[in-house]
T-cell receptor, first 116, second 110 residues
Framework: GAVVSQHPSRVICKSGTSVKIECRSLDFQATTMFWYRQFPKQSLMLMATSNEGSKATYEQGVEKDKFLINHASLTLSTLTVTSAHPEDSSFYIC????????????FGPGTRLTVT | RKEVEQDPGPFNVPEGATVAFNCTYSNSASQSFFWYRQDCRKEPKLLMSVYSSGNEDGRFTAQLNRASQYISLLIRDSKLSDSATYLCVPQIFGNEKLTFGTGTRLTIIP
């Protein structure tokens, strides 16, 4: 149990376009989902916390107008990178917490974004 | 001071050997601790959770020293499949957020 999927697994887009990444909890309802970004040889950096039905909470330095997060249901959160630039190329990973009182995070397989 | 500090390595260790990593954390409010492993271009996977002084699971032992604010991970009888980056992750009680260290790169040599 506790499987999280992400789609797409990798995407290449042109500079200036927008890309949407989906994060789904397949066998549980996720009250909270997190979005991380990881650059090569660096650690996972939390971008935002997404709660179903409410606005996402962004970490300091993360532009909320550039990284749009929508958590419309208990099994789906989306991250849209708007007007992507080459410096946005990174590995984006989501995680989800079941609403069972546990804080254990279950990670999706990640999405590798390359902006050309 | 960084919230989580780890020796980045790389640690190149012969198969069958014992290896240990240390991790220090700065926030004394951290109550739970996790070791994740991450393979190249993959998501992190939970290896061990530490809530008290330590935890042991097969070849893996984690020890926590709250006074000195560090946790360690010991891997015995290392195997080729142990090659990965090991991430130290403290968590503050009641806070859902995780703060990841930069990780320690381990390569097991045949």
């Amino acid at each position: 149990g506790a499987v999280v999927s992400q789609h797409p697994s990798r995407v290449i887009c042109k500079s200036g376009t927008s890309v949407k990444i989906e994060c789904r909890s397949l066998d549980f309802q996720a009250t909270t989902m997190f979005w991380y970004r990881q650059f090569p040889k660096q650690s996972l950096m939390l971008m935002a916390t997404s709660n179903e039905g409410s606005k996402a909470t962004y970490e300091q330095g993360v532009e909320k107008d550039k990284f749009l997060i929508n958590h419309a249901s208990l099994t789906l959160s989306t991250l849209t990178v708007t007007s992507a630039h080459p410096e946005d190329s990174s590995f984006y990973i989501c995680s989800a917490i079941p609403g069972t009182g546990s804080y254990e995070q279950y990670f999706g397989p990640g999405t590798r974004l390359t902006v050309t | 001071r960084k919230e989580v500090e780890q020796d980045p390595g790389p640690f190149n260790v012969p198969e069958g050997a014992t290896v240990a990593f240390n991790c220090t954390y700065s926030n004394s409010a951290s109550q739970s601790f996790f070791w994740y492993r991450q393979d190249c271009r993959k998501e992190p996977k939970l290896l061990m959770s530490v809530y008290s002084s330590g935890n042991e699971d097969g070849r893996f032992t984690a020890q926590l020293n709250r006074a000195s604010q560090y946790i360690s991970l010991l891997i015995r009888d290392s195997k080729l499949s142990d090659s990965a980056t090991y991430l130290c992750v403290p968590q503050i009680f009641g806070n859902e957020k995780l703060t990841f260290g930069t990780g320690t790169r381990l390569t097991i040599i045949p």
